[in-house]
């Protein structure tokens, strides 16, 4: 799930994962810094979440990896083929 607040030239946008069956760790990988991990914190719920505060205006490819190393698109974003066979999602601000 994404939930997106503008505010200027400045989006913040928070991502949410419900958690599946075994995930013990969920990291948010995204274009705006070259692909790396950012591990994504844990709520009592069990739900994992990541806030970025990202510029208006722009649009970036991303996706999370699960502890396991599984690929997952969001579902809320637009797909895209990435050059790995997957899918990326493609957020736009």
């Known amino acids: 799930m994404i939930r997106k607040k ?3 030239q400045k989006v913040w946008v928070t991502f949410t994962v419900s958690p599946e069956t075994g995930m013990e760790t969920v990291a948010l990988c995204g ?7 950012e591990p ?15 510029p208006a205006g722009s ?3 991303f996706g999370y990896k699960s ?23 493609l957020l736009e601000l």
């Open 31 to 37: 274009a705006w810094n070259g692909w790396s991990d």
């Open 67 to 89: 502890g396991d190393g599984a690929w997952m698109a969001e579902t809320d974003c637009t797909c895209v083929p990435s050059p790995f066979g997957s899918d990326n999602a």
């Open 6 to 8: 503008q505010n200027g």
């Open 59 to 61: 649009t970036f490819e």
């Open 40 to 54: 994504m914190k844990q709520k009592k719920n069990g739900e994992f979440y990541l806030t970025k505060v990202l």
